[in-house]
DNA sequence: CATCGTTGTTCCAACGATGTAAAGACCGCT
DNA sequence: AGCGGTCTTTACATCGTTGGAACAACGATG
């Protein structure tokens, strides 16, 4: 592999000229940046990032802390957050928490200047006295714990209620919900917003048809509805807090002959690439997630330029994708 | 961030001194030692990554170049490529090529020593030539074209004659196949292994039952499942050479009242996770992911510690995972 | 007590890049 | 010719780490 110094000789220059040529400095006779550029080119040269990351104090990497790739939602963000980071000349490191307190705490502990530039986080269980981070950090989401780090994420509550308002439109009137989660501050705010939209309604809220999740994968969505069409009295519609809750709910549905929409409609959230593609699609709150990933990045880039900025709160649009699972084709 | 030196300060030692503790070399005297490791707690000193890489000419980093983490399949194989690369405290940097030749080209040619110590590679449309890489590196499923690389994955023929033989036994005679592309070797392997499990059963070979797919994603699925049912001749059951194809295909049945599995029989490719729960669930060849990951990472890791080694060729296994789409309920 | 081998420590150089300071080239001006 | 100023290049130190050589301390040995 080239290094500047086999190419300074190659063009009978010195190493800070071949570095200056790199770099784009402007003084540069034009006839020495010639034979540079020949060098490099001859060469092959590639700068060693290792080598320049530590004389300048950057290592070129941001960190992206999530739960877990095989959630759609993680991986369609992160392949858009690679993207957005390049934008930056940065690469990106995933780390995998598995939602738990420990891997988050272990994700985090290996963070630091040395390893990267900054971190996007998806904490779930973390408690705020583990957010002493030695770098720049912003989080996606909600967050329960009140912490002084910037945020990027849409209007939770405004969005759960839209998706709510849309059930209520179409004359359902027992409308549950799953996905409580007494850790989670995303859980608390979308309940807050179904809980907006039947109070705008003036539907009663009722308790039990509140459940909740320990996971949000598929499996705990199929066990909610199992219990709620268990009910004597089932709902005739359901607002899932993620799409894969809603896709083992509809799975559950389908096993027992109820019939969506006309038996049961279901709005999920997040708007996975599957979601168009169940029996019946899938009506879900879909997030901009580019405008997340760019908004993240974009913040980090502040922060790491001045530090000292105070913690910013960016709102990202959404909007609702309407699907077989609450209009009948 | 504290660095080596004002460990070495702290403890009353040289700046070797305390690299040796760190690094775990014997001969140290027990009285430093404890002085050291008391200043490297006081401290909370994390190496220098950068500096140390550097310094040992590796970089602790491995690519893993695929087409896009919003494909599960690739998904969920980046996250338990992260977990094996962890064992060998390697971080994973994930390249998206989004299936594209120059894409692809792209990303092989930002990689180098200087940036990873070894490459996982998916490739989609790279040509021989392309595979000039100067780090060791693996390549996942097959490649079309003949070159000096490892390889890790299933036997792509083995399984897909696994898969239509199924088929058969079920007693379905008219069987298409979903996923023929002119430049991925897996597809051709895929396709021999269809024609292979007919041949066995005396049955035709109908070439106008084979439906190429350009990408793999759902929508090319259902595309491809429109031709069929368009035919005057329909299939009862269908191949897909993916899962994503398969959803894709479910779809278009279930807009057209076509009945899975009754009228017409599927089995998909990869196991996705969602194909568990899609109505009716997705019979799939699910290839140990896992093992996959675990064997890539192993073969680089022997690769990186003696470059001389022949290209090695590990057959992971595989299974067939029976649902609804091929049998009822 | 000189010698030896084993331990334990320090000093120095190096990895490849870049910032700084200083030196050199060149220009026009008096 | 001498001066001041603008370009242009270079030598050197430096980032944090580790390998190697050199050195120091030690008890054991003849």
């Given at each position: ?58 290592t ?48 985090l502990s290996s963070l630091g200047p040395h390893l990267v ?16 981070l030695s770098v ?194």
């Amino acid at each position: 592999m080239a290094t500047l110094k086999d190419v300074a000789r190659l063009a009978g220059v010195s190493v800070k000229t071949v570095s200056n040529v790199v770099n784009g400095y402007s003084f540069v006779k034009p006839d020495n940046r010639r034979r540079v550029e020949e060098a490099l080119e001859a060469t092959g040269y590639r700068p060693n990032l290792g080598a320049r990351n530590l004389r300048r104090g950057r290592t070129g990497f941001i960190a992206l802390v999530l739960p877990e790739l095989s959630i759609p939602y993680f991986a369609e963000l992160a392949g858009l957050m690679i993207a957005a980071a390049q934008e930056h000349e940065w690469n990106v490191l995933i780390e995998q928490t598995f939602g738990t307190l420990s891997g988050e705490r272990l994700a985090l502990s290996s963070l630091g200047p040395h390893l990267v530039d900054a971190a996007v986080l998806s904490p779930e269980a973390l408690q705020v006295e583990d957010f002493q981070l030695s770098v720049p950090a912003v989080v996606l989401g909600e967050h329960a714990v009140d912490v002084p780090l910037s945020r990027v994420g849409i209007d939770n509550v405004a969005a759960s209620t839209a998706a709510v308002r849309h059930l209520i439109s179409l004359g359902r009137r027992r409308i549950a919900a799953i996905g409580a989660h007494p850790q989670r501050g995303t859980a608390a705010l979308r309940l807050e917003g179904y809980r907006a939209a039947l109070a705008e309604a003036s539907l009663p809220f009722d308790s039990s048809l509140v459940v909740p999740a320990l996971n949000y994968h598929r499996a705990d969505g199929a066990a909610a509805m199992k219990s709620l069409l268990d009910m004597r009295n089932p709902p005739d519609a359901v607002f899932c807090f993620n799409d894969l809750l809603a896709v083992g709910a509809m799975r559950t549905a389908a096993e027992r002959f109820v019939r969506i929409p006309r038996d049961l409609a279901i709005v999920g959230f997040d708007d996975n690439d599957e979601s168009a593609y169940t029996s019946p699609s899938l009506t879900s709150v879909a997030p901009d997630k580019a405008a997340i990933a760019r908004a993240a990045v974009d913040l980090l880039r502040q922060r790491v330029d001045s530090p000292d900025l105070v913690p910013d709160d960016v709102q990202t649009p959404f909007s609702l994708q309407v699907r077989e699972s609450t209009v009948a084709r």
